[in-house]
């Protein structure tokens, strides 16, 4: 979907800018248009957590990696 694609881009590019604010806020909207938008694919939450990890926010991250493996097991 043009959607879903535009989205990882964009988050994509403003974690290569180093733009963390704005990709966190733009990752968790998309994670909250959920399986409408994504198809309920484990990507959904996926930038988020790399995010925080890129942020040394490593607890946080974990907690969403986990998260993410538990709901697509």
Known sequence: DRRVR???LLITSLRNQER???????????RALGPQVSGGA???ALHE????LEQNRPLRSAALFDS???THT
Not at 20 to 30: G, H, K, S
Not at 49 to 52: E, G
């Open 68 to 70: 993410m493996s538990r």
């Open 42 to 44: 484990p990507e959904e």
């Open 6 to 8: 535009s989205h990882w």
């Open 20 to 30: 963390w604010e704005e990709a966190f806020e733009l990752a968790r909207e998309f």
């Open 49 to 52: 957590a790399i995010i925080l």
